[in-house]
């Protein structure tokens, strides 16, 4: 065989073994960023919201899936590449930028189980999403207050809120709110529940019920959520804001920015810093990467 020849034979072999090795590589830095603790990302998927959560077990919950187009490039960033299936999705209300990039999950992903409010949207979006839940034989799941989801490794995710039938409420109104705690740590998850409902919230549980060592600002900021009261009962430490880059609504409004800011919460942006990733050891919480 000439060496022209042997180059040509080889240079396949050789670039097959480059991308498994790179493969291989990119695997084990997955690994290293997700072998401690609990993970909570707020994914940059513009002006939506899209929350992944990961317990020390491994079990794993998508809380809303922003608007089309933008979830699987999120996703990239805080899931293996090997791996295809996600335990739980989680639907705080049935607006488009919080449902849009389900059915992108669904083409991607085997899920285990779809939790929603009962709130309902007539949006081919939502028709369609409901029909693949159904099609694919997906638990479709109505989130009540009571309901402990257990992710496993001592993480919990409790639900608050609907307390009641909301089929016909506003779909911010009636916003699933839920708790996420794995030891000291404790996310405040509030969809885009409204004051309304969080006076609701707030006349059912005890403060330190609602406490929370990071709060997920209501509706990507906009003054319509996240009261006074609602702060200084929660406490949070961090706030966490999902809002797209030079939005139209102006979110988050300033009103919403003086709040936090005058509790002392530390605020992280998705406009400003994209994607958030929190993990925590349960005792102590810190954000690693923000891209």
Do not use: C
Not at 34 to 61: C, K, R, W, Y
Not at 157 to 170: E, G, Q, S, T, Y
Not at 261 to 271: K, N, W
């Amino acid at each position: 065989m000439t060496d022209a020849k042997r180059k040509i034979y080889f240079l396949p072999i050789f670039i097959l073994v480059l991308l498994v090795a790179d493969s291989y590589l990119l695997y084990l830095d997955w690994r290293g960023f997700h072998n401690q603790g609990l993970t909570f990302a707020m994914l940059d998927i513009g002006q939506g919201d899209a929350l992944f959560i990961e317990s020390p077990s491994g079990t794993q919950v998508l809380v809303d899936a922003g608007p089309p187009r933008k979830i699987l490039g999120g996703l990239k960033r805080v899931m293996s590449p090997f791996d295809k299936s996600i335990d739980a999705l989680i639907m705080t209300n049935p607006d488009q930028d919080h449902i849009g990039g389900f059915s992108d999950v669904l083409e991607v992903y085997q899920v285990g189980s779809f939790f929603e409010p009962g709130t309902i949207n007539d949006s081919k979006t939502f028709q369609n999403l409901k029909y693949e839940i159904k099609n694919k034989e997906i638990p479709d799941i109505l989130a009540k207050r009571g309901m402990r989801l257990n992710l496993g490794g001592g993480a919990v995710i409790d639900i608050l809120f609907p307390d009641r039938d909301v089929f016909d409420w506003a779909s911010n109104d009636g916003s699933i709110v839920a708790k996420l705690t794995y030891g000291d740590t404790s996310v405040m998850l509030t969809g885009d529940a409204t004051v309304n409902t969080e006076k609701i919230i707030l006349g059912e549980y005890s403060p330190e019920a609602l406490q929370s060592t990071i709060l997920k600002v209501g509706h990507h900021g906009s003054h319509t959520s996240t009261s006074e009261e609602f702060v200084k009962v929660v406490t949070p430490e961090y706030a966490l804001i999902s809002n797209g880059r030079n939005n139209k609504y102006g979110h988050p409004h300033q009103e919403t920015l003086d709040t936090l800011g005058s509790f002392g919460t530390q605020i992280f942006r998705t406009d400003i810093l994209g994607t958030i990733i929190m993990q925590s050891d349960g005792k102590n919480v810190s954000f690693p990467s923000q891209k």
